[in-house]
């Protein structure tokens, strides 16, 4: 069982349709009846890939009839990010300006899915480009949190969470620039991994902040996390980012106790500004980690992560600015009608002020500024410069313990439209920025639950660890969850 709540593994589900109990058509079925009945309430999904993945589920039954080798996913649905490329259905992130586009060619991590025998259901909506905390700025419409849906479930992958957290499929993939999928992950009570800079190939994945970006997966157990990440981890010639480092057997170590590792705590993580129940959640699991024998260090200061925001916001719109520089009305996506005296200028112009909505557009401005000659080295360059300290600072913490234990997010999530300017949306990301700053690996699970007007909404803790060393992490997370299994609530619409 991945939970107290009577989910069961993906290596269950696998055994089963491998011992053909039960098969790949009738999980996808399952999944397609789950989207149907809760998408018009929910709308995680930009788009359900139902004939795609009632004709892979087939194959798959017929090669297993056949007596072929099927992967570690043989049958698995899999709900994935709407700015991961597939080769079939639309990939829009989000955007007005990539409505109908479709991509000639898989992601890496989506052909590596594939391989190990996972059928993508649906492409998740997501805030339009990744650019928020909240999936409100999707040009589709928001998504709602399936514990209440007058609230959002996070962003930007916070159709990938919801979905998760909705049982319409076992795993989804997201990305993750700046917390977004660590973030949706702590609001809809699933786990939710941004794996280390390098470890997982971007090819395929639209890009936003190109030093910060990486795919990883949701999942409601941290061993299925881990299997999910196993498939899709590893060096990639078509994205030179990749390490060449090898994978680690993330399953061979996960349920060795923590006794003896060293989990640091630092104060600032539970300031006073946070939700007390966020607070609560993060020093009861250092307890419990003492119970089960870790070591808490609490001599671990981070004070420069205070600037991690303010450095996010630079780095991540001047690397968007560029990035997205792409969509000029020619080569993709939305074109804007021309009058007969305007020129090629203003079709650039109008194709990107018609299909870029309003946050995009903020990014895009914000990033030519800090990058534009005479404000570089005011900001830009600054900016660089504090990441590199913040990185030092993390090297220097990482050599007093193994893991550091904090919140994910400040509050649990907050109603639709709760955040309407854009500094307050900006601040949801203060824990999560750093481990993207910093290049190292992240995770959010479960880790209680706040009552706010005689609701339970779910809080997520976070454990971040060194570069490439999410075996750790997984051991550490797998601990916390194995204590507290029986604590798990089923999501309510579920
Ligand atoms: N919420 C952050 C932002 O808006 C992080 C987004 C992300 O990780 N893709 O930039």
């Known amino acids: 069982m991945a939970g107290g709540t009577n989910i069961p593994s993906i290596e269950a589900v696998c055994d089963g349709v491998r011992s053909r109990q039960s098969s790949a058509v009738e999980l996808v079925e399952r999944s397609l009846a789950r989207i149907a009945s809760l998408e018009p309430k929910l709308n995680c999904l930009h788009e359900t890939l139902k004939e795609h993945a009632l004709d892979r589920a087939a194959r798959i039954d017929a090669a297993i009839a056949r007596g072929e080798h099927v992967g570690s996913l043989a049958g698995v649905p899999i709900v994935v990010k709407d700015n991961i490329a597939t080769s079939y259905g639309t990939t829009t992130c989000g955007s007005r300006i990539l409505e109908n586009f479709r991509s000639p060619y898989d992601a890496t991590a989506i052909e590596r899915l594939e391989r190990e025998g996972a059928i993508v259901v649906g492409k998740a909506n997501c805030d339009e480009f990744a650019m928020g905390s909240s999936t409100e700025n999707s040009a589709w419409g928001p998504t709602r949190n399936p514990w209440d849906t007058s609230r959002v479930p996070g962003g930007s992958s916070g159709g990938s969470a919801a979905a998760v957290a909705a049982g319409y499929a076992p795993a989804a993939l997201g990305s993750d620039t700046g917390g977004s999928i660590r973030q949706p992950a702590a609001h809809c009570g699933v786990v939710g991994v941004k794996p280390s800079y390098g470890r997982v190939s971007r090819y395929g994945l639209v890009a936003f902040g190109s030093s910060l970006d990486q795919i990883g997966p949701f999942a409601h157990s941290v061993r299925d996390a881990a299997l999910v990440l196993q498939a899709i981890a590893g060096f990639d010639p078509r994205d030179s980012t990749t390490a060449e480092i090898d994978v680690p057997d993330y ?13 640091g705590l630092p104060r600032r993580f539970t300031s006073p500004d946070n939700d007390p129940a966020v607070n609560k959640a993060v020093l009861d699991a250092a307890d419990e980690y003492a119970r089960l024998g870790a070591t808490i260090v609490e001599d671990i200061d981070l004070p420069l992560t205070d600037h991690g925001i303010s450095t996010y916001y630079v780095i991540a719109p001047a690397e968007a600015s560029s990035n997205l520089a792409r969509f000029d ?37 914000l990033g030519t500024y800090v990058l534009s000659s005479g404000y570089y080295d005011a900001y830009y360059k600054r900016a660089l410069q504090v990441r590199r300290l913040i990185k030092q600072e993390f090297d220097a913490a990482f050599a007093k313990c193994h893991a550091i234990l904090g919140p994910t997010a400040p509050t649990p999530a907050f109603p639709l439209g709760g955040k309407a300017d854009p500094l307050s949306m ?69």
Not at 334 to 362: I, M, N, T
Not at 430 to 444: E, M, Q
Not at 460 to 485: K, N, S, W, Y
């Open 251 to 263: 399953l061979a170590e996960i349920d060795r106790p923590v006794e003896g590792l060293r989990i």
């Open 329 to 365: 009305g020619i080569r993709y996506g939305h074109r804007a009608e021309l009058a007969p005296d305007e020129d090629l200028f203003d079709l650039y112009a109008r194709s990107r002020a018609e299909g870029f909505g309003p946050e995009v557009q903020r990014r895009i401005m």
């Open 426 to 494: 900006y601040l949801c990301d203060v824990y999560t920025v750093n481990a993207n700053i910093a290049g190292i690996c992240a995770l959010s699970l479960p880790g209680g639950f706040a009552e706010v007007e005689d609701q339970l909404l779910p809080i997520g803790i976070q454990l971040q660890c060194r570069a490439f060393d999410e075996p750790t992490l997984f051991r550490v997370a797998r601990m916390f969850e194995a204590a507290h299994l029986q604590d798990r609530l089923a999501c309510p619409v579920a």
